[in-house]
């Protein structure tokens, strides 16, 4: 299950969020630093419309979605790196996620307390990321005292340590390892260290109900920051959020129509994680299920057959596939079958998105 952190400053709306996109969970969300020590951990289904219609085709008797789990982590502080405000503890919660979101206050409110009393969302961003550069630096300078002496006589210490010695100079600028060009190959030699700040980042800028369709000035100095280190910026508004959550589902997408946007903030948080870590989906459905499932861009099929089991994987024959818009302009297998487009593809097929598969295998 893909895993985000949502991070930031205090006070930012973090906590507001997550209980919005979460809906049902618990986390705490109030009005002073530190409200948030252990991480709040949540599972939301991942909105896709096209599962229904799927359903509908299949009369499935269930409809299971693909999942994200959101993780609440508290609130990083000036000095986290050092351990100020539990930092080293947080840090390492971070570690653990496939993404992060970091929420930034792109709103004035003068009955919420920003921690370094004014609204600078610039300012907020590189705090965050000067904490998360420095606690890598730290964990990267211990690596390179380690293998330093290996990389005399082994070739392949020799080549991580140049890749260590090429993020070196960028972490000591305030930096993140995002910024770093390293090739696949290179990438192996740093994914153990889980560097903070080489992990995908989605900003999210927290805005005010008004400014949740135009956006704001604030909004704009975090888009061109982020075109720099290759994150995405998503506008969002936790006010609004908590709002949404309050209304029969019926309701929202009027609710969201009258605020000037055609989604919420849980979709757009997803759309982006799905389209900056390269996710891709397909469906499996039938009488008794209509499933979503999440693979990576690129995944062949008997790859995408093992995200199911690995016994499909090992034993994988053939994927009778048909597209969805095909699936749905057929109305039905075997229509999309008559009609040829449902294709017997091999092992060398590479998935594609909205693909609707059965797997052929054997035990």
């Known amino acids: 299950m ?3 952190g949502i991070v930031g400053l205090p006070n930012v709306g973090k906590s507001t969020l997550f209980n919005a996109l979460v809906a049902n969970a618990k986390a705490q969300a109030a009005n002073f630093p530190f409200c948030t020590i252990e991480p709040n951990v949540g599972v939301v289904a991942v909105p896709d419309p096209r599962l229904a219609v799927l359903a509908k085709i299949s009369e499935s008797v269930e409809i299971t979605p693909a999942r994200v789990e959101f993780v609440d982590i508290a609130g990083l502080v000036q000095g986290a790196s050092k351990g100020e ?58 690596r390179i005292d380690r293998i330093r002496k290996q990389a005399r006589a082994n070739k392949e210490a020799q ?17 993140t390892a995002r910024q770093v060009e390293i090739s696949e190959d290179e990438e192996g030699f740093i994914k153990p260290l889980g560097l903070l700040t080489r992990k995908p980042v989605i900003y999210a800028a927290n805005v005010s109900e008004d400014d949740l369709a135009s956006g704001n000035e604030w909004v704009e100095a975090v888009r061109a920051l982020a075109a720099t280190e290759n994150a995405q910026v998503v506008t969002i508004s936790a ?13 929202r997408g009027d609710f969201l129509e009258a605020l000037g946007v055609t989604e919420g903030g849980l979709q757009s948080l997803i759309h982006a994680t799905y389209t900056l870590l390269g996710l891709r989906t397909y469906f499996t459905t039938g009488p008794k299920e209509t499933r979503a499932w999440t693979i990576t861009a690129g995944m062949l099929a008997p790859q ?3 995200v199911i089991h690995t016994d499909f994987e090992r034993g994988f024959i053939r994927a009778e596939t048909v597209g969805y818009d095909d699936l749905v302009t057929s109305g039905s297998m ?12 091999g092992k060398d097929y590479t998935v594609q998105e909205g693909d609707v598969m059965l797997f052929r295998f054997n035990v």
């Open 304 to 306: 995408a057959a093992g």
């Open 159 to 175: 080549a991580e340590l140049e890749v260590l010695e090429r993020i070196l100079p960028v972490l000591n600028e305030g930096q």
């Open 239 to 251: 006010q609004v959020e908590s709002e949404l959550i309050e209304l029969p589902e019926e309701d």
């Open 85 to 142: 405000g539990l930092g080293n503890q947080f840090l390492a919660n971070i570690r653990e996620v496939d993404a992060i979101v970091h929420v930034v206050r792109c709103f004035d409110d003068d009955d919420i307390i920003h921690v370094s009393g004014s609204v600078d969302p610039v300012r907020d961003i590189e705090v965050i990321n000067l904490e998360l550069a420095l606690a890598d630096l730290a964990q990267l300078e211990r």
């Open 2 to 4: 893909l895993r985000a």
């Open 334 to 345: 075997t229509a999309a079958k008559e009609k040829g487009l449902l294709r017997s593809e």
